[in-house]
């Protein structure tokens, strides 16, 4: 079955409409892979994924969720932290950071699901053992990029997917702008499987 949705309508000037509708027919993520082959860097009519993301640069996101408050700055880190009312004492953990240093390893673009940048190096973890490769059990965090029409750029999730490993969806209206980028529908279809 094939989702198509009417996403919304506007009246820029008299009789005048502009309808957006989202549909995967317009998409084809099997030439889309086939033309990003896996790089960040591919041009697609002129943009680069690094190109539309660029935008992000110097801001940073917020997401709350219980007793913690997620700080995502891209291109920087990732962090947990609460900040006790009374007190005004601060827990914090560093959940990855990006540098030269942490991004080998990178995994590849998969426009049927998401593109995603892992932050590495966080604050040690004093659950888990050292794992393989690696003399330390430090956190580290996948950040998952997700082409949506319906909200602006937001950190939109975070989970605990092992001990002291996680992963964030990031949604992107930017994203929208290469042809068969995933959308966030389509992920959260994934997760459910």
Known sequence: ????????????????????????????????????????????????????????????????EGWWTYEFCYLRHFRQYHVDPVSKRRQEYV???????????????????????????????????????SDSASREITVRFVCTFQSPDMLASVREVAPCRYQADFHSTGLCQLQGAATETQVVRQKSR
């Open 95 to 133: 959940l990855g950071v990006r540098s030269a240093e942490t991004m080998h390893g990178e995994p590849a673009m998969d426009w049927e699901t998401h593109y995603s940048q892992v932050y590495r190096g966080g604050t040690i973890c004093e659950d888990t053992r050292p794992r393989e490769g």
């Open 1 to 64: 079955r094939t989702e198509t949705k009417l996403m919304s309508i506007t009246e820029p000037s008299t009789c005048s409409y502009l309808m957006v509708i989202q549909t995967k027919q317009m998409c084809n993520p099997t030439v889309m892979a086939a033309q990003l082959s896996g790089s960040p860097g591919a041009k697609i009519d002129g943009f680069t994924v690094n190109d539309i993301l660029d935008n992000l640069r110097q801001r940073c996101f917020y997401f709350e």
